[in-house]
Nanobody, 121 residues
Framework: QVQLVESGGGLVQPGGSLRLSCAAS????????MGWYRQAPGKQRELVAT???????NYADSVKGRFTISRDNAKNTVYLQMNSLKPEETAVYFC???????????????WGQGTQVTVSS
């Protein structure tokens, strides 16, 4: 089991910035992929950004150039720096962890409880 605890959400004005953090604990594989997803009211959960243990990143097209994902492997923590936020990015942001198992298979998805990000004036 993996436990994920997010922090850093809140209310920010359009064009502002926030930094989300997600600390992982428990049975964490040394090679994994961690990431951020978001879910707005009435919408499906969508990918924001992911990062592997090796530092390989992937971003949704809508956030490229504005959001930056990073991680501290020693602390099992992943960060999401969000700049130039837009009102339509108001959502609950969820941290995700997925292990890369021996043999190349991906393990189960683990999710945090989510942190609310509200972009409004």
């Amino acid at each position: 089991q993996v436990q994920l605890v997010e922090s850093g959400g809140g209310l920010v004005q359009p064009g502002g910035s926030l930094r989300l953090s997600c600390a992982a604990s428990g049975s964490i594989f040394s090679i994994n992929r961690m990431g951020w997803y978001r879910q707005a009211p009435g919408k499906q959960r969508e990918l924001v950004a992911t990062i592997t243990s090796y530092g390989s990143t992937n971003y949704a097209d809508s956030v490229k150039g504005r959001f930056t994902i990073s991680r501290d492997n020693a602390k099992n923590t992943v960060y999401l720096q969000m700049n130039s936020l837009k009102p339509e990015e108001t959502a609950v942001y969820f941290c995700n962890e997925k292990a890369l198992l021996p043999g190349g298979l991906w393990g189960d998805d683990y999710w945090g409880q989510g942190t609310q990000v509200t972009v409004s004036s």
